[in-house]
C-alpha cells in the first residue's frame, strides 16, 4: 500500500551504509543512472564527508547528503510518481539549504518545470560530467588529438613502463602509492585533498565489495599511476579516481589512455566525472573531446 505522498519525514531517511550495495545494486539495475554522484561507489567513499542517506518510499529511492551543515536532497529514483516528486519538493524546500535539490538531469528538470512550473530551477555547469567515446581516450585519433598523442609517446619513448591490473598481490603496495601521492600532494594541509585520500583509501579497501577494477603503471618497476573504475550503466563505465605521481612527464596522459583501452572493449562509453568548477581541470577535461555532457540542475530556494 502506498504511503500518503505528502507524508515525506527526516525519520525516513537511514545512512547509506556498505550493507546496502546489494539493495542498491538492485534498484540501479531496474532505474540505470548515467551521473557519477548517485553511484553506490561514490556515496559510501566519500561518506565522512558528505553523510549520504536515504529513504524507500513508494518503490523510489530519495538520497540526501550533508556537506557542512547543508543538507541536499535528489529526485525520486523510480517509477514515475508525480505525487511523491511534489512531496519532495515540498519538504525539501522546508529542510534543505539555498539548492535544496540538486543533479536534476536534463529529462527530470524538464519534466519538473511541467510540474511545477513556479519553481526556479538552473543548470549546475560545474557538476556537468563528461563523457567520452573510449576509443577516442585509447587512440588519440586526427588532428584535434595531435598534441595529446605527442605528449603520450613522449612517455612511452622516454619511460621504461608497464601496465598491470589491481591484484590482491599489488594492493598494499598502491596503498603505498598513494601514501606517496599524498605527500606530493601535501593532502595534510588541503582539506579537499585530504578527503579525498580517505574516500580513495576506502574504495582500495573495499575493491572486491564495490566491484571495482583497478589498472596501474610501474615505471621502473616502481607505481606511478593507478585508476579505478567500475560499470556506470550498460554502455558507459566510470572511472572513479586517477593518480599519478610527477616522476615521468605523461603519466596522466597514460593512464587514461591505457585505461581506457582496457574500458573500450566493453563500453563504447567513459564518464570521467565533472570538473568542480576548476579552470584548470576544466580546461583539460575539455582538451579531450567529450561525446557529450551529462547535464545537471539544481532547484533554488527563492530569496
Not at 40 to 58: D, E, L, Q
Not at 159 to 168: D, I, K
Request: hydrophobic residues 40%; glycine residues 4%; negative net charge.
Amino acid at each position: 500500500m502506498n504511503r500518503i505522498a505528502n507524508m515525506i519525514s527526516a525519520e525516513d531517511f537511514v545512512p547509506v551504509t556498505l550493507q546496502d550495495k546489494a539493495f542498491f545494486s538492485k534498484h540501479y539495475a531496474v532505474y540505470p543512472q548515467v551521473h557519477s554522484d548517485n553511484t553506490f561507489t561514490n556515496m559510501v567513499c566519500w561518506n565522512h564527508y558528505a553523510h549520504y542517506r536515504y529513504a524507500v518510499i513508494n518503490g523510489s529511492v530519495i538520497l540526501s547528503s550533508t556537506i557542512d551543515g547543508k543538507t541536499r536532497f535528489r529526485l525520486p529514483i523510480g517509477p514515475e510518481d508525480p505525487d511523491l516528486t511534489k512531496a519532495l519538493i515540498r519538504f525539501a524546500l522546508n529542510e534543505g539549504d539555498e539548492e535544496p535539490v540538486v543533479l536534476i538531469d536534463l529529462e527530470s528538470a524538464v519534466r519538473l518545470r511541467s510540474l511545477c512550473p513556479e519553481l526556479e530551477i538552473a543548470p549546475d555547469r560545474n557538476h556537468f560530467e563528461y563523457v567520452y567515446r573510449a576509443q577516442d581516450l585509447a587512440m588519440l585519433p586526427g588532428g584535434r588529438y595531435l598534441t595529446l598523442r605527442r605528449q603520450l609517446n613522449k612517455f612511452r619513448k622516454n619511460c621504461a613502463y608497464a601496465v598491470e591490473m589491481l591484484t590482491e598481490e599489488n594492493r598494499n603496495e598502491v596503498k603505498k602509492f598513494l601514501i606517496k601521492w599524498c605527500e606530493w600532494k601535501e593532502c595534510e594541509g588541503d582539506p579537499v585533498l585530504a578527503h579525498e585520500k580517505e574516500a580513495v583509501f576506502f574504495a582500495i579497501d573495499n575493491i572486491h565489495e564495490l566491484d571495482l577494477s583497478g589498472l596501474i603503471i610501474r615505471v621502473d618497476k616502481t607505481i606511478a599511476a593507478l585508476s579505478l573504475y567500475e560499470p556506470l550503466n550498460t554502455d558507459t563505465a566510470l572511472v572513479h579516481f586517477e593518480k599519478g605521481l610527477p616522476d615521468c612527464e605523461g603519466i596522466y596522459k597514460a593512464i587514461n589512455a591505457e585505461t581506457a583501452a582496457v574500458l573500450s572493449r566493453d563500453f563504447p562509453f567513459i564518464n570521467r566525472e565533472s570538473d568542480l568548477g576548476v579552470s584548470g581541470l576544466r580546461e583539460a577535461k575539455l582538451r579531450y573531446h567529450p561525446h557529450h555532457m551529462i547535464e545537471v540542475y539544481s532547484l533554488l530556494k527563492n530569496k
